[in-house]
């Protein structure tokens, strides 16, 4: 009985920690949950798949490179409410508002990294390839392409986890997953709301990064491989004269 009046209380004084609260609110917090990860996988992938065919188009047309760059650059310097804004007459009060501001959002680090990876790729491979008679289809996604994911995997780790922390801002439309229980915690000074959907945005961002980078070393072996360390030269004895 005391235990029980102790979880209560927490409610009762507005603790930050309070083990009541999560409890009580424990569909609240999976149903945000679900949103968020939605949301942020749903705009990653859109967003990568816009920007590959950007990254191409730059680096097979370097006179296309300076536009989608500075384009890219431009949109991700336009502040999230009036992107929003921006966006509120095509897609109205929708998750697609969302969606679309995050992709945009994204451009700037794909891009960027997809081409970083793609000229990263040494000539010598790239003339070995052709000299061995591939295409610039296979070129790319046999050759370049295995090339480059360490550079491509490091643009997506940074984008994914941009991303979760930027969902939480479509809580200005009602479509920001955990975001929505942060600003309703504030506006209503729930202190134990605010810190456990706070707490579950830094978990998801840690738990996607570690998720992906597996996924990087599990795509990339060749990285880890390490050179064997050079056996260590014997002392050299020393004479004494007697």
């Known amino acids: 009985m005391s235990s029980q009046l102790a979880a209560q209380s927490c409610l ?6 309070c083990g009541e609260y999560l409890r009580t609110r424990s569909q609240e917090l999976t149903d945000a949950t679900i949103q968020h990860v939605s949301i942020t996988v749903v705009s990653v992938l859109i967003g990568l798949a816009v920007a590959f065919p950007l990254a191409l188009l730059a680096r097979a047309k370097p006179r296309f490179a300076g536009p989608v760059l500075g384009l890219t650059t431009l ?7 009036a992107m929003f804004s921006l966006l509120l007459p095509v897609f109205g009060l929708s ?37 061995m008679g591939y295409g610039p289809g296979r070129l790319l996604w046999e050759v370049e392409l295995p090339l480059a994911l360490p550079a491509l995997m490091a643009g997506l780790r940074i ?15 009602g479509k920001g997953g955990l975001g929505n229980l942060i600003d309703d915690g504030v506006q209503t000074t729930f202190k134990a ?11 998801l961002a840690a738990v996607a ?3 992906l980078l597996g996924l990087q070393r599990l795509l990339t072996p060749w990285t ?5 360390k050079p056996a260590a030269a014997p002392a050299p004895k020393v004479k004494v004269a007697v």
């Not at 949109?75 to 409410?81: D, M, R, W």
């Not at 945009?104 to 790729?121: C, D």
Request: hydrophobic residues 55%; aromatic residues 4%; glycine residues 6%.
């Open 193 to 203: 709301q605010v810190l456990t959907a706070s707490v579950l945005c830094v978990l």
């Open 224 to 228: 880890r491989i390490r050179t064997a």
């Open 12 to 17: 009762a004084a507005n603790d930050w920690i």
């Open 159 to 173: 984008a994914t986890v941009s991303t979760i922390a930027l969902t939480t801002v479509g809580a200005l439309v």
């Open 209 to 211: 990064d570690l998720l």
């Open 95 to 131: 998750a697609a508002l969302v969606v679309t501001g995050l992709v945009l959002y994204s451009l700037t680090i794909l891009v960027r990294n997809i081409m970083a990876g793609l000229e990263a790729v040494p000539g010598e491979a790239r003339e070995a390839a052709r000299g």
């Open 75 to 81: 949109l991700y310097t336009i502040p999230s409410l």
